[in-house]
């Protein structure tokens, strides 16, 4: 009946700590991580402890530990009663998994499928490499890194999860997985019953963004970061690419590169103007027989733009080819690169989430000409050349 009693409140601590929220950026998050736990105290509550009675010898940092022939379970006390609070679990059983499948004996490659899919390349500051940064504050924040050598072998990868359960009362909870030589040798789960202030939280952030800064040569300032870049600004020499040049209206270049077009129309305005739109399946021009194209966008990598900007680069690695001050005003959703974000030329970098535009702008002639680059989860998915 204690056995039955315990695990009934632990699940309980755990439904006030962990509540079931939505999670749509690929975190590790406090519903996931429940609803694994949940199974290890089912699990756990069938069994002995293979060393009951438990003594004062099996207390370690993270409290009594009891041990399965799954795993070991830490309480905060020798004695497994109503009263009991599991503070962590670490897996013994090599067929055991952990959230996302992960077992010991997992690769380094499939961890970082599972919780790095938006850094593969471990870009960071040499040490570190962010696999995510998300800022839900006041209601939440998680985020996630990998410690690793010089030569890309990791050696740790944290998933933390900080979760509002009070006035300036955080959750400090997450995973923790050790490697050696390439695959997972622990899994610890941690943090069930540890809290941190709202500061704290706020300091573990500002440490992860930190790594990212130094990832992509950016310096961290108060408000965020500032990026600085020496490449040149946008300019007209990168309007000629790929055997075109925008905006001159050459559909022959393109269907050298991207097969006849699927679908063209061509018409004119009251104004006798001849206006002629041609898409493919990755692609789509519009523009007029006087004036050439207006606009011209790019869905997959069959064609590099200007500078061979590529659908399937990565943020930092197109944020790279362009120039960046480091002078401009910055917050959390939006960079000004160079220029005043208004008048060409001028770069700007917004992100909303894991999603972010990078802008960058030129002046030709009479007109504007903007390079419109948009990402998903850290990877270019589009560009766009538009006059204005």
Not at 43 to 63: F, I, R, Y
Not at 260 to 277: P, Y
Not at 356 to 370: F, K, P, R
Request: charged share 20%; with cysteine; hydrophobic share 40%.
């Amino acid at each position: 009946m204690k056995r039955m009693l315990c695990c009934l409140l632990s699940l309980c601590l755990l439904c006030c700590l962990f509540p079931a929220l939505a999670d749509d950026a690929g975190v590790l998050s406090e519903g996931e991580l429940s609803q694994w736990i949940n199974q290890v105290l089912r699990e756990s509550s069938t069994q002995q402890p293979m060393n009951t009675p438990v003594g004062e010898e099996s207390l370690t940092q993270d409290g009594y530990a009891f041990l399965y022939d799954f795993a070991t379970l830490y309480y905060d006390r020798p004695q497994l009663d109503a009263t009991s609070i599991l503070q962590a679990v670490t897996l013994t059983d090599e067929s055991y998994a952990a959230p996302r499948g992960i077992t010991l004996g997992t690769s380094q490659e499939a961890l970082i499928r599972a919780f790095g899919w938006q850094n593969p390349m471990l870009i960071g500051d040499g040490t570190f490499a962010t696999f995510y940064r998300l800022n839900e504050l006041p209601r939440a924040a998680y985020w996630s890194w990998a410690q690793h050598d010089s030569a890309g072998e990791i050696s740790r990868v944290q998933c933390a999860m900080h979760v509002q359960a009070g006035e300036d009362r955080y959750t400090d909870a997450g995973m923790i997985f050790e490697l050696e030589n390439g695959v997972v040798t622990d899994v610890r789960i941690y943090g069930l019953y540890d809290f941190i202030t709202e500061a704290e939280v706020q300091s573990n952030l500002t440490a992860v963004m930190n790594v990212e800064a130094a990832g992509a040569g950016h310096s961290p300032t108060a408000d965020g970061y500032v990026i600085r870049r020496d490449a040149p600004v946008f300019e007209t020499a990168d309007l000629t690419f790929s055997g075109i040049t925008f905006p001159a209206l050459d559909i022959t270049a393109l269907e050298k590169a991207l097969g006849e077009q699927v679908n063209k129309t061509e018409k004119l305005t009251s104004g006798d103007e001849q206006i002629i739109t041609a898409e493919w399946a990755d692609a789509y021009l519009s523009g007029t027989a006087e004036d050439g194209m207006d606009v011209l966008s790019l869905f997959s990598s069959r064609l590099a733009g200007p500078r061979g900007v590529t659908v399937g680069q990565t943020l930092d690695e197109v944020i790279a080819l362009f120039s960046a001050d480091g002078k401009g005003r910055t917050d959390e959703q939006c960079a000004l690169l160079y220029g005043d974000g208004v008048n060409a030329p001028f770069g700007t970098l917004e992100t909303s989430g894991q999603d972010a535009t990078l802008s960058y702008a030129l002046q030709n002639g009479e007109e504007n000409i903007t390079l419109m680059l948009q990402f998903m989860d850290g990877m270019l998915q589009e560009w766009t050349l538009f006059t204005w």
